[in-house]
């Protein structure tokens, strides 16, 4: 089994800057692949940032230039990097661990963190 917390939301305004951590506590924690997700009120949870198993690193248009995805196998921590953020990034946040070799939908992602609030507003 797997645990996930996410940290480092708040309230925040136009084109400022979060950084939010995702703590995982299993043993085999590089093994395992990791993504971001949103959801604003109202819509669909959405897929922001995901490692992909060829080793290259996903980002929706909607953050590309914007957003930057780390990884610490050594901690078991992932990081979203959000910089010059909008009111549209408003959202519950959450990390997801995957145990296959899938990444672009939710439906692969087992495990979830209870998600962050990020509010972004004037």
């Known amino acids: 089994q797997m645990s996930l917390v996410e940290s480092g939301g708040g309230l925040v305004q136009p084109g400022h800057s979060l950084k939010l951590s995702c703590e995982a506590s299993?043993?085999?924690?590089?093994?395992?692949?990791m993504a971001w997700f949103r959801h604003p009120l109202g819509n669909e949870r959405e897929l922001l940032a995901a490692?992909?198993?060829?080793?290259?690193?996903y980002l929706a248009d909607s953050v590309k230039g914007r957003f930057t995805m780390s990884r610490d196998n050594a901690k078991k921590m992932i990081f979203l990097q959000m910089d010059n953020l909008k009111p549209e990034d408003t959202a519950v946040y959450y990390c997801?661990?995957?145990?296959?070799?899938?990444?672009?939908?939710?439906?692969?992602?087992?495990?979830w963190g209870q998600g962050t609030q990020v509010t972004v507003s004037a």
């Open positions: 997801a661990a995957s145990a296959g070799s899938g990444w672009d939908r939710k439906e692969f992602y087992g495990f």
């Open positions: 490692f992909t198993w060829s080793g290259g690193t």
């Open positions: 299993v043993r085999s924690f590089s093994s395992y692949g």
